[in-house]
Nanobody, 117 residues
Framework: QVQLVESGGGLVQAGGSLRLSCAAS????????MGWYRQTPGKQRELVAT???????KYAESVKGRFTVSRDNAKNTVTLQMNGLKPEDTAVYYC???????????WGQGTQVTVSS
């Protein structure tokens, strides 16, 4: 059983920045990954950025060069620094945790990011 607590999100103008954070609690074992997904009405939830317990990262092509994902294994936290935000980045962002220990996907409650023109 893993719990995810998110913070961040908000309303910004195009070109601005936001920082999202997520803290995981519970039994953290095995090969795992933490990261962020986003979803807008009428679309499936899509990967934004993830980082494994070994430090390997994966980004959506649309955010490369603008977003940076990082983690602190001692604190079991993951952070998404978002720079150069665009209106198309507007979505609900969800923190995610996955581990080969129990093969279960865990999700945060979601936080709204809105970018105005």
């Amino acid at each position: 059983q893993v719990q995810l607590v998110e913070s961040g999100g908000g309303l910004v103008q195009a070109g601005g920045s936001l920082r999202l954070s997520c803290a995981a609690s519970g039994k953290i074992f095995g090969i795992n990954a933490m990261g962020w997904y986003r979803q807008t009405p009428g679309k499936q939830r899509e990967l934004v950025a993830t980082i494994t317990s070994g430090g390997r990262t994966k980004y959506a092509e649309s955010v490369k060069g603008r977003f940076t994902v990082s983690r602190d294994n001692a604190k079991n936290t993951v952070t998404l620094q978002m720079n150069g935000l665009k209106p198309e980045d507007t979505a609900v962002y969800y923190c995610n945790y996955y581990s080969t220990d129990d093969y279960v996907f865990y999700w945060g409650q979601g936080t709204q990011v809105t970018v105005s023109s």
